[in-house]
């Protein structure tokens, strides 16, 4: 499975962006899909991620700003992101939890960059 990843971009602090992942194929009906992000010289950290039975999980520094929702087809995941700070800078990474038989897989997008300017 590939994720493709889009919606990165430049944008000044306060504004918005929304980030776009589909899988290449349809993907177990049992799935977590989200977003982590990693900014320049630092690990990458989650972001927000949302199972396929609804249970949704944000990281401190998003939660309100931040909202991630899946598509009706279930292999796609979004995140709209309000009130950017230039913290938020990074390069924003698809991912996602797929059970490949008795065993659990991570699989990750190539990564869309958001710079938020100040």
């Known amino acids: 499975v590939q994720l493709q990843a889009c919606g990165g971009g430049l944008v000044q602090a306060g504004g918005s962006l929304r980030l776009s992942c589909a899988a290449s194929r349809s993907i177990p009906s049992r799935n977590l899909m989200g977003w982590y992000r990693q900014a320049p010289g630092q690990r990458r950290e989650l972001v927000a991620t949302m199972s396929s039975d609804g249970n949704i999980n944000y990281a401190d520094s998003t939660t309100g700003r931040f909202t991630i929702s899946r598509g009706n087809a279930g292999n796609t995941v979004f995140l709209q992101m309000i009130s950017l700070k230039p913290e938020d800078t990074a390069v924003y990474y698809c991912?996602?939890?797929?059970?490949?038989?008795?065993?659990?897989?991570?699989?990750w997008g190539q990564g869309t960059l958001v710079t938020v300017s100040s």
């Open positions: 991912y996602a939890k797929l059970p490949v038989g008795p065993l659990t897989y991570d699989f």
